[in-house]
């Protein structure tokens, strides 16, 4: 019997009392010391606070239009705007803790997709018909799922007509390929119109996997499944799925292999290099690449993944100009080597965060939600099969209880007045003025900030936008970012710091100016050295300030940011 839970409030979880450890850093950023990569976490915040964040400015007033002072008002949110996913199985509605299973799904992420159900391999097999149900609650819970996948040219994954296509020594290499041609094709006419999905992908692991295109001479076959993948969308009316090319050990693989691999036909050296140079061909023929896949996996092999190359290869992708996406991160031992717990925390976060603080990534998907089997437990899954945390859920889960989802306390000044730097997604507004407890909803979107109105009525926050037009002191947006100049919040020593270029510097006589959300300048001073330091004592603490650095003989705005003061 398979039990469906809607959203709503979750129950009190007996195993959040057995945790076997605490790795919930106590810096003021909520994460891990990043040790030698200190400063590389710092930036990455700043770029997380500028892309991933909105100003949420708000003034409550009474029913008699007095402004409520001294106010408590508490932001929670409830959905994130990114996609936090994970990746279930065939098991999801029928172990005998499903609605663990759920009730951990619904809080700890908004994206979801299947293992192996919707691959070619699994049409109409069990696995197939288990997800069907379990796309019907997904849906009904407003999950987005990842269509995983119309093609994976790998002869272990091929399904056994087509494996005997292959092995026929009677056909000749053309004729084999035509055969499978058609024969692949069958799971693009089945697939795209059955499920639901907003993004397919469409060829998977082209640089490893080519068992039908190496029959072929002149043509390039991932090319031609993502021009069938159109034609078919179109005929069906789902011209806005997407579609995803995704590949393995791009981003996260450190061996020689990913470094160094080279491929028959291609000039480029590593695969991030060769992921690139085979997605350039494809587009070149056709193909409607819209969103790159990086599985993201990180396996225990020596060396670690370092954050610094984590962004850089993230970047090195830019050109392309499309929506990118984490698609299988999860950390796996071998057998001769094992993550450490510690080595765990400090990946993770590495992952997450460089990830989230690139503009380009709207995703990021663990690939094993929970074990399939009740005595076959694995080392990378984030749940047991009883639905317990394993070290891996631990840790995802006190990530996004923290830094990864707005939750701030704060109180009403005496013109009835707050702010805060909210996560875009829907926030829970709670207000308690002299007892009485008052409450609302609202959202955080990006490229815009948020200033509302809450009228306290009846035990309800009644909540009303401020349309106004936003001064060009406060506004953010990148004709407004330097490469020369760096303006960082250091949560850790509760300062403003500032870089500028040696050159940029004796060119030009720059001033750094501090303002409110309001536009209000509550610090100037001039600037005459490459490094700065504005210590917290020096402006309001607990507070979002806007720095801007300007020619201070021009007036000329050469770089502004958004930070964060608090106190020691």
Do not use: C
């Not at 500028?50 to 007033?61: A, D, E, P, T, Y």
């Not at 209000?520 to 700065?532: A, G």
């Amino acid at each position: 019997m398979k039990t469906f839970i809607k959203t709503g409030p979750l129950k009190n979880l007996i195993f959040f009392g057995i945790l076997s450890f605490s790795l919930v850093s106590n810096a003021q950023d909520g994460l891990s010391d990043w040790g030698e990569y200190e400063s590389v976490k710092q930036a990455a915040i700043q770029r997380i606070n500028q892309h991933r964040k909105g100003v949420v400015s708000i003034k409550v007033m009474l029913n008699d239009q007095e402004v409520a002072a001294n106010a408590t008002v508490k932001i929670n949110q409830t959905r994130h705007d990114f996609l936090w996913g994970a990746v279930i199985s065939r098991n999801f509605l029928d172990v005998p803790n499903t609605e663990v299973y759920q009730e951990n799904l619904l809080k700890y992420f908004n994206a979801t997709g299947f293992t192996i159900a919707l691959k070619p391999r699994w049409r109409n097999t069990n696995s197939e018909s288990a997800a069907e149900d379990e796309m019907e609650w997904l849906l009904e819970n407003n999950f987005y799922v990842r269509g995983h996948a119309l093609t994976w040219e790998g002869y272990n994954f091929l399904r056994n007509e087509d494996r005997a296509i292959v092995d026929n020594p009677d056909l000749s290499p053309e004729e084999k390929g035509d055969l499978l041609l058609a024969s692949l094709s069958q799971h693009f006419i089945h697939a795209i119109p059955k499920w639901e999905v907003p993004v397919w992908d469409v060829s998977n692991e082209p640089i490893d996997n080519n068992i039908v295109n190496d029959l072929f001479q002149n043509m390039d076959t991932h090319a031609y499944w993502f021009r069938l993948a159109d034609s078919i969308r179109k005929v069906h009316g789902k011209e806005d799925v997407l579609l995803y090319q995704n590949q393995y050990q791009v981003i996260s693989g450190t061996t020689n292999d990913a470094l160094t691999l080279t491929k028959e036909g291609f000039q480029s050296v590593g695969r991030k290099a060769l992921y690139a140079e085979i997605m350039d061909r494809q587009i070149a023929e056709g193909a409607k690449i819209e969103g790159i896949g990086f599985q993201s996996r990180l396996r225990a092999q020596w060396p670690r993944i370092t954050p610094d190359s984590i962004y850089s290869r993230l970047r090195y992708f830019e050109r392309f100009n499309l929506p990118m996406q984490a698609t299988e991160f999860e950390l796996r031992d071998n057998e001769q080597n094992v993550f450490t717990l510690e080595e765990r925390q400090i990946l993770t976060e590495y992952m997450m965060v460089m990830y989230l603080s690139h503009p380009g990534i709207n995703g990021f998907w663990h690939w094993t939600f929970s074990d399939i089997q009740p005595n076959a437990p694995t080392d990378y899954a984030l749940f047991n099969y009883d639905g317990t945390p394993k070290n891996n859920g631990i840790i995802w889960m006190n990530l996004m209880d923290n830094f990864f989802t707005t939750n701030e306390d704060l109180t009403s000044n005496a013109s009835g007045e707050t702010n805060a730097l909210a996560y875009h997604g829907t926030h829970d507004l709670t207000v308690e003025v002299d007892g009485q407890t008052y409450t609302g909803q609202f959202d955080v979107k990006e490229g815009s900030n948020t200033a509302i109105i809450v009228d306290l009525e009846d035990n309800e926050a009644v909540i009303t936008f401020e349309e106004k037009e936003e001064t060009i002191v406060t506004s953010i947006d990148d004709q407004y970012l330097s490469e020369s100049i760096q303006i960082r919040s250091n949560v850790s020593s509760s300062s403003i710091d500032i870089r500028i270029d040696d050159d940029l510097l004796k060119s030009n006589p720059l001033k750094l100016d501090l303002f409110d959300l309001q536009g209000k300048i509550i610090f100037s001073k001039q600037l005459r050295d490459p490094f700065t330091s504005i210590q917290s004592g020096s402006v309001p603490q607990n507070t979002i300030l806007i720095a801007r650095i300007s020619d201070l003989l021009t007036g000329q705005d050469l770089s502004r940011e958004k930070v964060i003061i608090t106190g020691n």
